[in-house]
C-alpha cells in the first residue's frame, strides 16, 4: 500500500510500515511540515498516496474529497502502541477492500467508511 504520513504522526511509523511491505513516505520527510492541509492533500494525490492522519479536518468529502483514499485515526488515548493497534486494523481491512475513493475513520473495533459513490 502506498501512503503519506501526516506531520502528526511519527515518523518512525514509516519505517514499521516499510518493514510490513508498504510504500510510506512521511510529510517530514518531503520538507513538507507546516504546509497547509490543502498542500499536503494535493502531495498525497499527486503522488497517489493514501494520506493517513490523525487530523479530523481531512474526514470532510466537500473540502477533502478521497482520490487515493484517507484514513484518519482517531486515538482515545494518544500513545504510538494505540496509533500502530489502529494502522493495524485499517491494513488489515485492506484485504477486504481498499481505501482509494474512501475515507475511512478509524477506531478501536470499528472503522466508518464515507465512499465517494455513495453520494448521488
Not at 481505501?99 to 453520494?119: A, H, L, T
Given at each position: 500500500?502506498?501512503?503519506?504520513?501526516?506531520?502528526?504522526?511519527?515518523?518512525?511509523?514509516?519505517?514499521?510500515?516499510?518493514?510490513?511491505?508498504?510504500?510510506?513516505k512521511t510529510v517530514r520527510d518531503e520538507q513538507m511540515s507546516g504546509a497547509s492541509d490543502?498542500?499536503?492533500?494535493?502531495?498525497?494525490?499527486?503522488?497517489?498516496?493514501?494520506?493517513?492522519?490523525?487530523?479530523?479536518?481531512?474526514?470532510?468529502?466537500?473540502?477533502?474529497?478521497?482520490?487515493?483514499?484517507?484514513?484518519?485515526?482517531?486515538?482515545?488515548?494518544?500513545?504510538?502502541?494505540?496509533?500502530?493497534?489502529?494502522?493495524?486494523?485499517?491494513?488489515?481491512?485492506?484485504?477486504?477492500?481498499?481505501?482509494?475513493?474512501?475515507?475511512?475513520?478509524?477506531?478501536?473495533?470499528?472503522?466508518?467508511?464515507w465512499r465517494s459513490w455513495d453520494i448521488k
Amino acid at each position: 500500500m502506498r501512503l503519506k504520513l501526516d506531520e502528526n504522526l511519527d515518523v518512525g511509523l514509516a519505517v514499521w510500515l516499510e518493514s510490513l511491505g508498504h510504500d510510506a513516505k512521511t510529510v517530514r520527510d518531503e520538507q513538507m511540515s507546516g504546509a497547509s492541509d490543502d498542500q499536503v492533500f494535493a502531495a498525497a494525490g499527486a503522488e497517489e498516496r493514501c494520506l493517513v492522519t490523525l487530523d479530523l479536518d481531512f474526514s470532510d468529502p466537500i473540502r477533502f474529497p478521497p482520490a487515493a483514499g484517507t484514513i484518519v485515526l482517531r486515538v482515545p488515548v494518544p500513545s504510538l502502541t494505540m496509533i500502530r493497534s489502529l494502522l493495524r486494523q485499517a491494513i488489515g481491512h485492506t484485504a477486504d477492500e481498499s481505501p482509494e475513493g474512501q475515507i475511512w475513520i478509524v477506531e478501536p473495533g470499528r472503522i466508518r467508511m464515507w465512499r465517494s459513490w455513495d453520494i448521488k
